[in-house]
């Protein structure tokens, strides 16, 4: 069993920068493969980036790429959303996840554990 518990959303302006947190407890965080989702109002859940368990590999959905750094610290049990050059667009209720493979990690439905989510909103 897994909780995640994510922080580090707000209010900011277009052009700024957040970075989110997951931090999880239970048992065996590090050999999770951990994802970041995000939903906006009246859309549907949205995978944005995904890191391996060891941290080595990392994938991210084609709205995420080039703003968006994943990592995660298996010492301390938490996984990062970087989101830089923020957009009007970006604002959404971020979600972190947790699944035991690497297999089809876009799919929300295939991760186990989700947090309450942190909501971001910018404001242009």
């Known amino acids: 069993q897994v909780q995640l518990v994510e922080s580090g959303g707000g209010l900011v302006q277009a052009g700024g920068s957040l970075r989110l947190s997951c931090a999880a407890s239970?048992?065996?965080?590090?050999?999770?493969?951990m994802g970041w989702f995000r939903q906006a109002p009246g859309k549907e859940r949205e995978f944005v980036a995904v890191?391996?368990?060891?941290?080595?590999?990392?994938w991210y959905g084609s709205s995420a790429k080039g703003r968006f750094t994943i990592s995660r610290d298996n010492a301390k049990n938490t996984v990062y959303l970087q989101i830089d050059t923020l957009k009007p667009e970006d604002t959404a209720v971020y979600y972190c996840?947790?699944?035991?493979?690497?297999?089809?990690?876009?799919?929300?439905?295939?991760?186990?554990?989700w947090g309450q989510g942190t909501q971001v909103t910018v404001s242009s």
């Open positions: 890191i391996g368990a060891s941290g080595e590999t990392s």
């Open positions: 239970g048992h065996s965080f590090s050999t999770y493969v």
């Open positions: 996840a947790a699944k035991a493979t690497i297999l089809r990690f876009t799919t929300a439905s295939e991760y186990n554990y």
